[in-house]
C-alpha cells in the first residue's frame, strides 16, 4: 500500500465520529448495514452522516452499495487489513510476531 493511501486512511479515522462509525461497521461484518442505522447506533444528525461516511469512502475504508432506495455501507476490510499490514511491516525487526492475545491465552497454561 503506498504512503499516501495510508495517510489518507488514517486522517479518516482521525476523527471522534468516523473513528465510531468505522468501528461500527467492522462489528457489523461485510454484509453492511443502511445509512440510517449507522446514524442511530452513533448519534449523529443525517446531514453530518452523509459528510462523514463520503470521507470514509473517499479514503477506502467504506464501500457503498444500493439496494433499493437505500445505500448500504460496509466496512471495506480488504484496504484496513492493507494499512495494518503497513503499519506493522517491519515490526519486531523483521521476525514473526504474535499477537497480544496469544500471549495472554498461553499464559494460563504454564503449571
Given at each position: ?6 495517510i489518507?486512511?488514517?486522517a479518516?479515522?482521525?476523527?471522534e465520529?468516523?473513528?465510531?462509525i468505522?468501528r461500527?461497521?467492522v ?8 445509512a440510517?442505522?449507522?446514524g ?5 444528525a443525517?446531514?453530518?452522516l452523509?459528510?462523514h ?7 477506502s ?15 471495506n ?6 494499512v495494518l ?19 495472554h ?7
Amino acid at each position: 500500500m503506498e504512503t499516501k493511501s495510508v495517510i489518507s486512511a488514517l486522517a479518516a479515522l482521525a476523527q471522534e465520529s468516523r473513528l465510531a462509525i468505522f468501528r461500527f461497521l467492522v462489528q457489523i461484518g461485510p454484509e453492511g448495514i443502511a445509512a440510517s442505522k449507522i446514524g442511530e447506533h452513533v448519534g449523529i444528525a443525517p446531514s453530518s452522516l452523509s459528510f462523514h461516511l463520503k470521507e470514509l469512502t473517499h479514503a477506502s475504508l467504506v464501500v457503498p452499495r444500493q439496494d433499493g432506495r437505500f445505500v448500504i455501507y460496509a466496512a471495506n476490510y480488504d484496504t484496513m487489513n492493507q494499512v495494518l499490514g503497513f503499519l506493522t511491516e517491519n515490526c519486531c525487526g523483521g521476525n514473526v510476531c504474535s499477537p497480544a492475545s496469544a500471549c495472554h491465552e498461553t499464559e494460563g497454561l504454564a503449571t
